[in-house]
């Protein structure tokens, strides 16, 4: 509690941080040698750092059937709705493959969320959806999608995002589209001279040796719809979805809602404190 805290327990935070492992890094024009030396007089550093484990990539709970978080509040007049589906174990392929989907599935005004939720229906104020890929390969990604709308259209946008995730529109035609966008976006994301440190420190904390880039839009360049398809069938449809939803629940048709998953009913103070 923010209230009941001590400067003391900010100190005792700040020391304890200092003890682990930590990245410097500098952009300019100094000798190595003198950037070094200059650190090590002006910062007391732990001889024996902890090891970090950065970067973290926090672990969605695995699900087997679809589930339903349910908090009411009886002041609410809209929805606000949270969708997620967990995926799969992330390989280089799969990032690029998963990345092209998101760019076709929800990347902007012409993604498939935004023209099937707002454009031809008019269901929120507010949609989207993200493919989380993770720091490293190895570690799960995840769909996340939000909703945003008023109580009477709540299940009609909830019945509609399941459907257009679980059985995607195709649109081949926008294919070329979305290969140009993909690879200009990588072109025009070009990290200033500040930037590069970070850069190339993250991309060695996933592992690459080399600018992951490169085969990145060798991969756009060659791909197909197809792969957008393949990703979706086999990562995406038919699997549990978690949606979470704040509303009030005495402007809900519980039990049309229950076909879409077991319902969990939660109270304000389980989630927040």
Known sequence: NIEESKSSDYIKSFRNALQYELDILYSGQLDPNIVSTTIKNQLTLSRYPSNSKSPIDRKMKSIKKDLIYFISDSTAVQ???????????????LRYQSKAYHKYFSGGMSSI?????????????????????PNR?????????????????????????K?????MPEKPERMRQIKSSLIKTINTD???FRSYPVTILKWRKMG?????????????????FNNIVDFQKKHIAN???????????????MDELSKYGEIITLEKKDVLN
């Open 239 to 253: 699997k549990p979805m978690i949606i979470s939803i704040f509303t009030d629940k005495d402007r809900i048709d």
């Open 113 to 133: 969320v935004f023209q099937e939720i707002r454009e031809f229906r008019s269901l929120a104020y507010s949609s989207w959806a993200y493919y989380v890929r």
């Open 190 to 192: 070009r990290p200033n």
């Open 208 to 224: 690459y040796n080399d600018d992951p880039r490169k085969k990145e839009v060798n991969y756009f360049e060659t791909m197909s």
């Open 137 to 161: 390969n190895g570690k799960k990604g995840a769909l996340i999608g939000y909703v945003g709308c008023q109580t009477d259209k709540t299940l009609e946008a909830i019945s509609v995002f």
């Open 79 to 93: 929805s606000q709705i949270y969708f997620s589906i967990e995926g799969p174990q992330t390989t280089n392929k």
């Open 163 to 167: 459907d257009i995730t679980m059985n």
